[in-house]
């Protein structure tokens, strides 16, 4: 790689979430989450395991931030657990003290080793008592008891912390709100067809409330949600097909909350056009006006790309499948050997099949989505991958646990391709964060699909963590380039 060097001020971070890392579910007054309801009912989790314990973060996050920091990590993206401050989630229910100081201390534990803290605010974790009461996002109520919380977590830590998230990827909790309990596959699973586009409404609404409040209080720093990282590649280059087919898919899975919030402050056209009201309701004018201009930079998770195509049936055959009202979207997602017979990048563990490695579209999908949602920062918010076939390693043998090449490799190449598309592209990207600070409960995947760049032994009582081969490359490669 040529010598190029991260912009002033880089990013260069590890990624968590509460649920997947915390363990202590039922300590110091956490209320349970839709995670750990859904996590207990058998078959969800691949492996039957839940995350009561996982990596009892919540206890050893002292030792974590410093192993992070020998590393040279400048910064920790985690998620504060709405459980933890409000037990029973609504605004009108008691604060837990103990939940905010416990976060106050790992802020501050940041702090003092000079890691910048950014933090989440809903990585999918909805408290349980709002799932039974009213529906969780499903329900219009669940707007001010978010804002509420919002306020409480923004009060607490204005100040110490600069880089705010409202939500982790919306559109894949929404997506996945409605299928549960039919194939278990997600929390916390509202058993109604249009779950998904009342999720979404009432999580935008959600998020540009607390905007909304971030603004009004005065606090300081930054505020966006992350984005999930759907950007197609045209399967067939120069197809008007296909290309409209990525296009359909960039609507569907970025569109959905990127045009409201950052240009429009309206649904993406081709969401109205085969959505009816009873299914995704419209926005009034009064409800764009507060939506739109509601972040102050793009974050997105961009884990990998594939290729899009129109269905082989034609547009019009799915448009109007009314049988699939939830997923008119038409289009098809070609990323493995399984549906097209060629593969578009090395293939991760087969636990996360939607996962490749494909950096060589890291710089088009950038750009593309620069164009689209312009702003002046990006943060690749999140980005990481599983080795294959870790989980079942045998865990007597070290050195096999830590050791993982394509894992490296996928970070070297996604990492070479980020500082050409901030050279050579004029993309403003200011941070990178690795997807994951070690081992952690993958939601339906359980402590099998391993994502950390540090090995987490589950056998062991002390849980004790061990650098991966990949950790020790980040570690030289940023000290090359930062
Ligand atoms: C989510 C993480 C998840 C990771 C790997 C991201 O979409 O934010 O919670 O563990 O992907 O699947």
Known sequence: LPDLKYPEGFLFGVASAAYQVEGAVMEEG?????????SRQPGAVTDNTTADVVDLHYFLYKEDVARIAALGVNSHSFSVSWARIFPFGAADSPVNQQGLDHYADVIETHLKSNITPVVTLFHWDTPLALAAYYGGFTSPQIVDDFVHYAKTVFTAYNGSVHTWYTFNEPQVYCAQVGSFPFNLSFAPGINEQNAQFQCSYNLLKAHAGAVKAFREMGITGEIAFKSAD????????????DM???????????????????????????????????????????????ILGTADFFAIDAYRTYWNAAPPEGIDACVNNTSD??????????????????????????????????????RPSFKRLHERWPTSKIYLSEFGFTQPFEGVRNPQVLFQLTEDPERTNYYMTYLGELLLSIHEDGIPVQGAFCWAIMDNAEWNSGLSARFGIQYVNYSSPTLERSYKRSAFALADFFEAHL
């Open 30 to 38: 956490k209320g349970p989450s839709v995670w750990d309801w859904a």
């Open 230 to 241: 759907y950007i197609g590649m045209p399967w067939r280059a120069n197809n008007t097909e």
């Open 325 to 362: 009202p939830l997923w008119p979207g038409c289009f098809l997602e070609l990323m493995n050997d399984f549906n097209t017979g060629w593969s578009s990048g090395p293939a991760s563990d087969p636990l996360t099949p939607w996962l490749q490695a494909t950096p060589q579209f890291l």
């Open 244 to 290: 409209e087919a990525v296009e359909r898919n960039a609507a569907f899975n970025i569109g959905v909350f990127a045009d409201p919030v950052y240009t429009t402050g309206d649904w993406p056209q081709i969401l109205k056009d085969t959505l009816p009201p009873d299914v995704l309701p419209r926005l009034t004018e009064q409800e764009s006006k507060e």
